[in-house]
């Protein structure tokens, strides 16, 4: 069975372009995360969807950034215009069920780098 | 703030020498903890939960609510171990997980 893949693995974009990455989680999870680890920061969540609706989105940082999960499968998060903050791993990650006995999937992450 | 803290951003040990991470939190109640783990070149997985209480890999982790700490060990470290090892906390039961910084385990020949 594949796991979460995402894709580019790694991006090099100039400030004020647009980046859109793309995570493709574990058929069947219905929960799909996005995370992102910037330069010498933790791990920090992003936003959550359940299917296609987003459950918690409180971890964007900015309206630069935009997810959707059209169709409750496939993921994309993009980032218009892009920022040299903005550079950093994106990780998406997949679960099936909610609660206790709930394992979360990661993705390889995306590599972003703006300059 | 509610956050968990790794404080050792690197730790350095010889083969066969025990080892422990350390993890504090700063969440009340019961909290949910895990341990994730990125080997060179892989993604981020899952290496053990407190609520499990087992032992995976030879790693342990007691969750010590008197201390808030969440340690992970290991008797007898093993090169394979080297790694970056994640604390994290797991809010709303499957939603949302806030990570600690991080700490990068070198095994010594």
């Known amino acids: 069975e594949a796991g979460v893949t995402q894709f580019p693995s790694h991006s090099v974009i100039e400030k004020g372009q647009t980046v859109t990455l793309r995570c493709d989680p574990i058929?069947?999870?219905?929960?799909l995360y996005w995370y992102r680890r910037v330069m010498g920061k933790e791990i920090k969540f992003l936003l959550h969807?359940?299917?296609?609706?987003?459950?918690?989105e409180s971890g964007m940082p900015n309206n630069r950034f935009l997810a959707e999960r059209t169709g409750g499968t496939y993921s994309t998060l993009k980032v218009q215009p892009a920022e040299l903050e903005d550079s950093g791993v994106y990780f998406c990650?997949?679960?099936?069920?909610?609660?206790?006995?709930?394992?979360?999937?990661f993705g390889e992450g995306s590599w972003l780098t703006v300059v | 703030a509610q956050r968990v803290t790794q404080p050792e951003k690197l730790l350095s040990v010889f083969k066969g020498a025990p080892v422990e991470l350390k993890c504090n939190y700063s969440?009340?109640?019961?909290?949910?903890l895990f341990w994730y783990v990125q080997y060179s070149r892989q993604r981020l997985q899952l290496l053990l939960r407190?609520?499990s209480r087992e032992s995976i890999k030879g790693f342990t982790a007691d969750l010590n609510k008197g201390e808030t700490s969440f340690h992970l060990k290991k008797p007898f470290a093993q090169e394979e171990d080297s790694a970056m090892y994640y604390c994290?906390?797991?809010?709303?039961?499957?939603?949302?997980?806030?990570f600690g910084g991080g700490t990068r385990l070198m095994v010594k020949p």
């Open positions: 058929s069947g999870h219905d929960n």
């Open positions: 990650a997949s679960s099936q069920v909610l609660g206790n006995g709930n394992t979360i999937y």
């Open positions: 969440y009340s109640g019961s909290p949910e």
């Open positions: 969807f359940v299917k296609e609706s987003k459950q918690d």
């Open positions: 994290a906390h797991e809010h709303n039961a499957g939603n949302m997980l806030t």
């Open positions: 407190h609520i």
